[in-house]
């Protein structure tokens, strides 16, 4: 049976939410701030050599971020020289087309260079982001320019045409090939993606030109000021997720704002014509991730501890170098199948981790302590199901054996920081702080409060609801007690009322209809 796939995208003054539902399971959480530009995988910037690192034969850029960015002479490309020439030359009163097609993209750099040959402190290069700051560190970056497509990645200074090895037909190989090299510019290189196949030319032509387009528009900026700037970025994260997630299985994306919606329309019209009318938009008066159950998936997947089958539960910790996930079964009982209890608890969770790995993105290396299990048997099992669970995630990732000691090392390709939401709410008795006010004084801040009410908004018939802890301290003592000087103090009626939901020292007041008062 094919999975239902949602797309639910919410967008308000500060930025977009993306949620991928799958089976109306939560599955991946993207966030990207509408104000101001962050440093994003695939965008494309003029940046300035700082420092050459000799020993690590690698590069400080400045990208205007304040954490410089770093390049290795690997990551330089083959045709670096090209992009350098181009940068040199082009010139706001010149003919740039012309100066771009005239360029050689040779001689390539050598595999076993160095980058003080090819670099110079204060030198301007076009650079890629690949990685994103993580942490301390700054961004990777590649001056191997592309521009992903959804069927194509166009490559500047490139010459040649390579074709996706998932796509197994021989003639399909061939007849996109031809099809690409008849109709890309000159110096120009592409890469066809495996969305590719069966594509007709016209889609192809489209997309390919759409390409080129982007890339000769930063010309402008490029050639009126060479100083550090930001010459493209990918499209909106919400494009290129689409670009990245988009297949034949997809049933719905739900957009809550006109304009994203629009510019999700034409994309998918694009590059997927027949899939145009799986884009809804959502006009409801509920906030959309409430009508889909999002905001209570977020609530109950982010935390510290997440639940999963019959009682077991996760608990995940992040430290600098790496991410724990410890696998605990809860209550489980004693008796002969306990080794088949301890395989089923360890499977769901496996379940639960291949989905939290990809909901918080989480990168680096990932090390989960399962349940011991005594049998081989059952320990070759968990591996493979781990790595069949892993296969539908898009990151690079390696999964190996579990050790002796039942602790099982992912790796997976970090580009960005891991999502982190905070779901712990804070203390309405302490606000945070670990410290509530003393006991003692309790009943002055209650009266002050009741003060104000009685003197100040005329109220005299009140009710009071307090734990009956402090309930017992407010009441002792029939002709003594605080409540009894109060009522004649400020001659007003007030009711206590005790309720065991109410932390020790919480209280409330209400007035006669039952309403709480600030």
């Not at 300035?48 to 960015?69: C, H, M, R, S, T």
């Not at 087309?97 to 040779?106: D, E, S």
């Amino acid at each position: 049976m094919e999975s239902e796939k949602d797309l639910i995208v919410d967008v308000n003054s500060t930025e977009v939410s993306i949620a991928l539902m799958e089976n109306h399971r939560l599955i991946e959480l993207n966030k990207e701030s509408s104000q101001g530009h962050s440093f994003s995988v695939g965008d494309v910037y003029l940046g300035k050599v700082k420092k050459i690192l000799p020993a690590l034969n690698a590069a400080f850029v400045d990208i205007g971020d304040e954490k410089q960015a770093f390049v290795h002479y690997l990551d330089l490309g083959l045709y670096f020289n090209a992009f350098d020439e181009f940068v040199k030359r082009i010139n706001p009163n010149s003919d740039n087309k012309g100066i771009y097609k005239h360029i050689k993209p040779g001689p390539i750099l050598e595999k076993e260079g160095r980058i003080e040959n090819v670099l110079t402190p204060g030198q301007m290069m076009i650079v890629q982001i690949v990685k994103e700051p993580i942490s301390t560190k700054g961004s990777r970056l590649t001056a191997e320019i592309s521009l992903a497509g959804r069927n194509i990645v166009l490559l500047p200074f490139a010459e040649k045409v390579s074709v996706s090895q998932k796509i197994s037909s021989k003639e399909e190989k061939r007849r996109l090939e031809t099809l690409v090299k008849s109709i890309l510019p000159k110096n120009y290189g592409a890469i066809i993606r495996t969305a590719a196949e069966g594509k007709n030319a016209a889609v192809l032509d489209a997309e390919l030109m759409s390409l080129v387009e982007k890339w000769e528009n930063s010309w402008k900026n490029l050639a009126k000021s060479k100083d550090v700037q930001l010459l493209f970025t990918e499209y909106s994260k919400t494009t290129t997720i689409l670009r990245d997630l988009l297949n034949d299985s997809f049933s719905n994306i739900y957009v809550n704002d006109e304009n994203i919606y629009e510019e999700t329309r034409k994309y998918i019209s694009l590059i997927s014509p027949e899939q145009e009318k799986i884009v809804k938009l959502y006009k409801e008066k509920e906030p959309i991730f409430d009508h889909f159950e999002v905001t209570r998936q977020i609530k109950s997947s982010f935390g510290k501890v997440v639940p999963i089958k019959q009682g077991a539960y996760l608990v995940i910790e992040h430290t600098e170098a790496l991410h724990v996930i410890d696998v605990n079964s809860g209550i489980r009982s004693k008796n002969k199948e306990q080794e088949q209890n301890t395989f089923d608890i360890n499977c769901f969770a496996a379940e639960e981790i291949a989905r939290q790995l990809r909901l918080r993105d989480m990168g680096g290396i990932v090390i989960v302590d399962f349940i011991d299990m005594e049998s081989n048997e059952h320990r070759n099992a968990l591996y493979k199901k781990m790595q069949e669970l892993m296969e539908s995630d898009k990151a690079k990732h390696n999964v190996l054996p579990l050790t002796k000691f039942g602790l099982m090392q992912i790796t997976r390709q970090r580009v960005r920081p891991a999502t982190e939401i905070n779901t712990a709410e804070v203390c309405p008795t302490c606000h945070g702080t670990g410290k509530i006010t003393s006991s003692v004084v309790i009943d002055e801040a209650i009266e002050r409060r009741l003060s104000f009410y009685v003197t100040e908004k005329k109220i005299t018939n009140l009710t009071l609801k307090v734990n009956p802890i402090l309930g017992a301290y407010l009441t002792r003592g029939i002709f003594t007690s605080i409540v009894g000087k109060w009522k004649k103090k400020y001659r007003c009626k007030i009711e206590v009322i005790e309720s065991t939901d109410f932390t020790v020292l919480q209280n409330e007041f209400y007035n006669e209809k039952g309403e709480k008062l600030d």
